[in-house]
C-alpha cells in the first residue's frame, strides 16, 4: 500500500478544520510519573532467558479478490461518516465530522473542501445524496439539511418544515421526491416548493438513519426499532420478530442507548464494559438490491437480507467481519460490501472475505462504504478513507 502525494492536499486541508474545531477544547494536562530505573544488563538477560520464546505472529492472510492500494488521513480522531457519488462530474462527497471533501475519482486529488464558512449549517456530515438534477444534500448533526446547487447554498431547518435538526440519510423516487431520515421522524420533501410532510406516528420509531427507494418507488425506512416500508397507502413494519437480526448467539449485553426520548443518550456508543452490545431491532443502514431485495446492518445482530418473504440473517459465524453493521453497498458487480465495527466484508453471494487494519486499513470501524464505479471501493472509517480495488 502507498500514500500518494495528491493527498498531501487532504491532510493539510482537513488538519486545519479539525484544529480550528478543536482549538476550544483543550483537555487537562495530567503529570505523567517518572520512568522506573532500569534493572542493570546482567539481570535484563538472566529474566530474558527465564521468558519462553515468543513467536511472532504470521501476517493475516491477504483477501484473494481484493486489497487496500491506497488511503490517505483526514485527522486524528475526524470521523467519515458518508459519501456519495456524483456520476456526471465523476467526483466522490466525502462527509466527515469537520466538514466535507469533493475528491476527483479518476486522479484522486482534492477539488475542494467545504465548511461552515462556505455554507454548510454544520461541519458535522452525517448523510449525503447526490439528486436526479446534480443537487447535493448534506444532512447534519445538529445543523439541519443543507442544499448546495450551482455554487448556491440553502439551509432548511426545523422552522421550514424539517422535522429535526439532526438528519442522516436521504432517498429519491422516480418522481424527483425526497425522503429524508431525521431523529424525529421521517420527511417528505418537494425540492422545488421547498415544502415538506412529515410522518411519525406511522413509524415502528421515530428514529431514521436508513433509507433506500425500490423499483416500484416504494420507500423502506431503517430505524432504531425496526424497519418500515411505505408503498404510497400502507405502512409495513418488520421487527426482530419477524426475523430481522440474528439471535444473541454471544450472550451480549443488551443495548440501553436507544428509546430513551432524549438525544443526550444517543450517542451511538456500541461499547458497554469493554463489550459490544447487542439490539437487533436498531438498523444503521439499508438498501435495496438491484434484486429488489433488502439488506439491512443491525446493531449486533450482523447483516438482514429480505427476499420479500423472510429474513435471512448473516454473522460472524457465517463469515461477517463483525455483528455491527454500520454500512451497506453494493458494487457493479453486483457483489457486496459491509462496514462493521471490526473491518470491512466482503459477500460474493458464495464467499465471504475480510479486509482490516492488518491489510492497510486506517481503522476497523467502517461507517461509510461508496462504489466509484470504476472496479473501485471507497471506504470511510476513523482517520481516514481506503480504496479498494481487485488484485
Request: aromatic fraction near 12%.
Amino acid at each position: 500500500m502507498h500514500t500518494r502525494g495528491n493527498f498531501n492536499l487532504i491532510i493539510f486541508c482537513v488538519a486545519l478544520l479539525f484544529f480550528a474545531a478543536c482549538s476550544e477544547d483543550k483537555k487537562e494536562q495530567v503529570a505523567q510519573p517518572a520512568p522506573a530505573p532500569s534493572a542493570p544488563a546482567e539481570a535484563q538477560q538472566q529474566i530474558q532467558e527465564l521468558l519462553p520464546e515468543v513467536q511472532p505472529e504470521p501476517p493475516p492472510p491477504v483477501p484473494s479478490g481484493y486489497k487496500v492500494v491506497d488511503s490517505f488521513n483526514v485527522g486524528e480522531n475526524v470521523y467519515v461518516r458518508s459519501m456519495t457519488v456524483d456520476p456526471a462530474a465523476k467526483t466522490l462527497w466525502i462527509g466527515t465530522s469537520v466538514g466535507v471533501l469533493e475528491i476527483d475519482i479518476e486522479t484522486r486529488n482534492m477539488l475542494n473542501s467545504y465548511t461552515r464558512d462556505h455554507g454548510l449549517a454544520n461541519e458535522y456530515v452525517f448523510g449525503m445524496m447526490v439528486d436526479s438534477k446534480g443537487r447535493k444534500w448534506f444532512g447534519t448533526n445538529g445543523g439541519g439539511i443543507t442544499r448546495f446547487r450551482d455554487g448556491e447554498w440553502k439551509t432548511y431547518f426545523p422552522m421550514h418544515g424539517l422535522a429535526d435538526y439532526w438528519v442522516y440519510s436521504f432517498a429519491e423516487q422516480s418522481n424527483g421526491t425526497i425522503w429524508v431520515g431525521t431523529w424525529a421522524g421521517l420527511n417528505e420533501l418537494n425540492p422545488e416548493t421547498g415544502k415538506f410532510k412529515t410522518y411519525l406516528k406511522e413509524l415502528v420509531n421515530e428514529w431514521v438513519y436508513g433509507l433506500d427507494v425500490d423499483n416500484k418507488d416504494q420507500v423502506w425506512i431503517g430505524t432504531e426499532g425496526g424497519i418500515n416500508m411505505y408503498d404510497g397507502k400502507t405502512w409495513h413494519v418488520w421487527t426482530h420478530k419477524d426475523g430481522l437480526g440474528a439471535p444473541n448467539t454471544e450472550n451480549l449485553p443488551l443495548s440501553e442507548n436507544t428509546g430513551l426520548g432524549t438525544r443526550s443518550r444517543h450517542d451511538l456508543s456500541v461499547m458497554s464494559q469493554g463489550m459490544n452490545t447487542y439490539n437487533p431491532n436498531y438498523v444503521f443502514s439499508l438498501i435495496v438490491a438491484r434484486d429488489q431485495t433488502v439488506w439491512a446492518g443491525t446493531w449486533g445482530g450482523g447483516v438482514s437480507h429480505y427476499d420479500g418473504k423472510t429474513w435471512i440473517n448473516f454473522t460472524r459465524n457465517e463469515g461477517l467481519a463483525g455483528n455491527i453493521v454500520y454500512s451497506v453497498a453494493q458494487d457493479s458487480n453486483g457483489e457486496f460490501w459491509f462496514g462493521t465495527s471490526n473491518g470491512l466484508s466482503h459477500y460474493d453471494g458464495k464467499t465471504w472475505e475480510t479486509i482490516t487494519r492488518a491489510h492497510g486499513m486506517l481503522d476497523n470501524s467502517v461507517y461509510a462504504i461508496a462504489n466509484t464505479g470504476n472496479n473501485q471501493i471507497w471506504v470511510g472509517t476513523r482517520n481516514g478513507v481506503a480504496i479498494i480495488a481487485r488484485q
